[in-house]
T-cell receptor, first 111, second 118 residues
Framework: QKEVEQDPGPLSVPEGAIVSLNCTYSNSAFQYFMWYRQYSRKGPELLMYTYSSGNKEDGRFTAQVDKSSKYISLFIRDSQPSDSATYLCAFTSGNTGKLIFGQGTTLQVKP | GAVVSQHPSWVICKSGTSVKIECRSLDFQATTMFWYRQFPKQSLMLMATSNEGSKATYEQGVEKDKFLINHASLTLSTLTVTSAHPEDSSFYIC??????????????FGQGTRLTVV
């Protein structure tokens, strides 16, 4: 079993749609949960960072963590064409700072 | 947020030559930097952890003699791909910790360097 599972997509939605991106993980030592956005040929950009179960909201983005199910989600409301990118979930136990990434989900928001 | 600059953004080199990639933290001092490699449509794979003033820690399967990492100052880490071959062609990305964020993990990435070995 992979340490992190993320559906690579691609996921195509119309502008204005609500997007749901998900990752599952198997390592119980993971304490910090992150979502990164990566545009083509660019480095990842941190979007959301959480360290506990529950929801965290930032503008149109909501990160959700369910530690009991080892499942995290990122919701994007009122999606825009500029949201078209690859979204990577990332995890760390926090002791070393090393991040374990999911494969990334490619999202396309059509105008 | 903190700024991490990576240079060059792309490079083409001949097989057998060496290439150096620089990673700089522009507005903070990074005691630890990380080097990742990313193949097309795949995730980032950690290659090594670079600590200022000490030897880098390499992940399993990464050749230390091929991927030389130097972290001589608190704002600069370099990755040198020695005797590059076509299979080394990839997207190399660095990241750095910003201790001001108060988080026990790195969060900021450079723009990445696309290396093509011909």
């Amino acid at each position: 079993q992979k340490e992190v599972e993320q559906d690579p997509g691609p996921l195509s939605v119309p502008e204005g749609a609500i997007v749901s991106l998900n990752c599952t993980y198997s390592n119980s030592a993971f304490q910090y949960f992150m979502w990164y956005r990566q545009y083509s040929r660019k480095g990842p950009e941190l979007l959301m960072y959480t360290y506990s179960s529950g929801n965290k909201e930032d503008g149109r983005f909501t990160a959700q963590v369910d530690k009991s199910s080892k499942y995290i989600s990122l919701f994007i409301r009122d999606s825009q064409p500029s949201d078209s990118a690859t979204y990577l979930c990332a995890f760390t136990s926090g002791n070393t700072g090393k991040l374990i990434f999911g494969q990334g989900t490619t999202l396309q928001v059509k105008p | 947020g903190a700024v991490v600059s990576q240079h060059p953004s792309w490079v083409i080199c001949k097989s057998g030559t060496s290439v150096k990639i620089e990673c700089r933290s522009l507005d903070f001092q990074a005691t630890t930097m990380f080097w990742y490699r990313q193949f097309p449509k795949q995730s980032l794979m950690l290659m090594a952890t670079s600590n200022e003033g000490s030897k880098a820690t390499y992940e399993q399967g990464v050749e230390k003699d091929k991927f030389l990492i130097n972290h001589a100052s608190l704002t600069l880490s370099t990755l040198t791909v020695t005797s590059a071959h076509p299979e080394d062609s990839s997207f190399y990305i660095c990241s750095a910790r910003d201790p001001r964020q108060g988080r026990n993990t790195e969060a900021f990435f450079g723009q990445g360097t696309r290396l093509t070995v011909v």
